[in-house]
């Protein structure tokens, strides 16, 4: 079974960094913040399919959704989708859905790597949709992102504001606050994604702390250290953590918590090797 | 032999995010763009010191070197530094010499492989100084960054003015230019490099692009393309690469070009194992 992703640019190294043995098998990627097209799809499922079909995993925002759903229809193989939706600023009954964001990359890590052991389609779907229901994310902006096309920020944020429940195309969040200190925004953060999730104690998990692009690494490790002591305070066991810029938004400043509640299975297939040109580990 | 690198924050993942196995055995984080003090070498030092002594790999500036000599001498086991210098937009008789900028990972990654493998001080020390010396890098920056206890930009740069040769701590460069596009950038980054390595034709090399904090992954991949076009042009073999936020400095917008020249033993030692936060690949 071979494992697909694609998407708009601008995320980097989402999805194209994440090609390799344990992970991708193909990237799609579409112009800045645009759907690739179905034709891109065809071409990377006929480029890597060995006879187990093609999984597709796909951000839940509509132009996605439409052209792997075309290219989906015109493929000759049996194929499924894994629809990511782990941005819980949205509401969970919000009329297009909620957004895929930097949960994406746990998805194709732990599907990669049942694939890589030779699990077949149906097995990796059904995975794709666990890790995705594991999972929830939620970002904040300090300033916007500049689309090269367009040349100016996509939306204006003053100094001593910030963007919260953000996504990762420039777009507004769920409101505009005044600046708030990393430990006020990392707990409004956590209790969105605690809301989603409800970790118990003594729980296994997966922390991932996103830069979108413009922000230094310095302030990812005071929010993944925030982040760590609100988990650890409820007995939460942060068994696995991920730092860094992955899923990005071009050049805007700001971070988002991603947290998986791990079970055996995922933990396995997270720790088994991966070798991409943005996640290496393992033989 | 143990290896100990440290220097002021704010160019992180350097030196925190390359503790562990392949790479340092232990870091001294100072303040930001601020030398850690001998206090931190001698406390790090008769941590990991098994016996062997301690490698010090310092970057070129004026009080991290004081302060890593005045450790030395205080320090009763055997020692040594390396002395980096990789930053080709300073004149090589410069009054404080070149600085160190992102050539020091490769240097650590290198000679950290050489003492996971049981080299002695000595073979760690020439090995150091030669990676060193086979290294050269130079940045351009397309903003200043902001030091948090400044809490303002360190430098002024209109929005249609770059910073060529600039250094990792919002120190001016050599020169403000006009904005250039990315090939006319790359190229004047790539004469400096070439007028100081002199790489021949056939000569195996490293390409190390470097973000500074602020710049998404899609402008490195750019800069990283044309540089690697203006090698290959010349005949010369990019045998290894390396793309990314490494040595940054805050939030500055901009990225750096390092270039090493390869022997079989430098190129065996980056191939090895490495397992840090920031750098991981093999078993």
Same mark, same amino acid.
């Given at each position: 079974?071979?494992?697909?992703?694609?998407?708009?640019?601008?995320?980097?190294?989402?999805?194209?960094?994440?090609?390799? #043995?344990?992970? =991708?098998?193909?990237?799609?990627?579409?112009?800045?913040? #645009?759907?690739?097209?179905?034709?891109?799809?065809?071409?990377?499922?006929?480029a890597?399919?060995?006879?187990?079909?093609?999984?597709?995993?796909?951000?839940?925002?509509a132009?996605?959704?439409?052209?792997f759903?075309?290219?989906?229809? /015109?493929?000759?193989?049996?194929?499924?989708?894994v629809l990511?939706?782990?941005?819980?600023?949205?509401?969970?009954?919000?009329v297009?859905?909620?957004?895929?964001?930097?949960? !994406?990359?746990?998805?194709?890590?732990?599907?990669g790597?049942?694939?890589?052991?030779?699990?077949?389609?149906? #097995?990796?779907?059904?995975?794709?949709?666990?890790?995705?229901?594991? !999972?929830?994310?939620?970002g904040?902006?300090?300033?916007?992102?500049?689309?090269?096309?367009?040349? %100016?920020?996509?939306?204006?944020?003053?100094?001593?504001?910030?963007?919260?429940?953000?996504?990762?195309?420039?777009?507004?969040?769920?409101?505009?606050?005044?600046?708030?200190?990393?430990?006020?925004?990392?707990?409004?953060?956590?209790?969105?994604?605690?809301?989603?999730?409800?970790?118990?104690?003594?729980?296994?998990?997966?922390?991932? $702390?996103?830069?979108?692009?413009?922000?230094?690494? /310095?302030?990812?490790?005071? $929010?993944? *250290?925030?982040? =760590?002591?609100?988990?650890? *305070?409820?007995?939460? %066991?942060? !068994?696995?953590?991920?730092?860094?810029?992955? !899923?990005?938004?071009?050049?805007?400043?700001?971070c988002?918590i991603?947290?998986?509640?791990?079970?055996?299975?995922?933990? #396995?297939?997270?720790?088994?090797?991966?070798?991409?040109?943005?996640?290496?580990?393992?033989c």
């Amino acid at each position: 079974m071979a494992l697909i992703s694609g998407g708009g640019s601008g995320h980097e190294p989402l999805h194209i960094g994440f090609v390799g #043995t344990g992970m =991708l098998d193909a990237a799609c990627p579409g112009q800045v913040f #645009t759907s690739p097209t179905p034709d891109q799809m065809l071409a990377a499922a006929q480029a890597v399919n060995t006879g187990g079909g093609v999984l597709f995993v796909v951000k839940n925002y509509a132009g996605d959704v439409m052209n792997f759903e075309i290219a989906a229809e /015109m493929l000759d193989c049996p194929n499924a989708s894994v629809l990511v939706n782990d941005d819980v600023s949205l509401p969970k009954d919000h009329v297009a859905g909620r957004r895929g964001v930097a949960g !994406t990359l746990v998805v194709e890590k732990i599907v990669g790597a049942a694939a890589e052991r030779g699990a077949d389609l149906a #097995t990796c779907k059904a995975l794709g949709d666990k890790v995705n229901r594991a !999972t929830a994310s939620m970002g904040v902006a300090l300033s916007s992102c500049t689309a090269p096309a367009l040349g %100016k920020p996509t939306f204006e944020l003053a100094d001593h504001e910030m963007e919260m429940g953000v996504g990762i195309h420039g777009e507004r969040g769920q409101q505009t606050l005044p600046l708030a200190s990393a430990s006020e925004i990392v707990k409004q953060l956590a209790a969105a994604i605690d809301e989603e999730l409800k970790p118990q104690k003594h729980q296994p998990v997966l922390l991932h $702390v996103n830069g979108f692009g413009a922000t230094p690494a /310095m302030e990812l490790y005071l $929010v993944y *250290q925030l982040a =760590l002591q609100h988990w650890q *305070q409820r007995g939460v %066991k942060i !068994t696995r953590s991920l730092v860094g810029n992955y !899923t990005t938004s071009l050049d805007m400043a700001g971070c988002s918590i991603t947290l998986t509640l791990l079970d055996e299975e995922m933990l #396995t297939l997270w720790d088994a090797p991966v070798h991409t040109a943005a996640l290496r580990w393992g033989c």
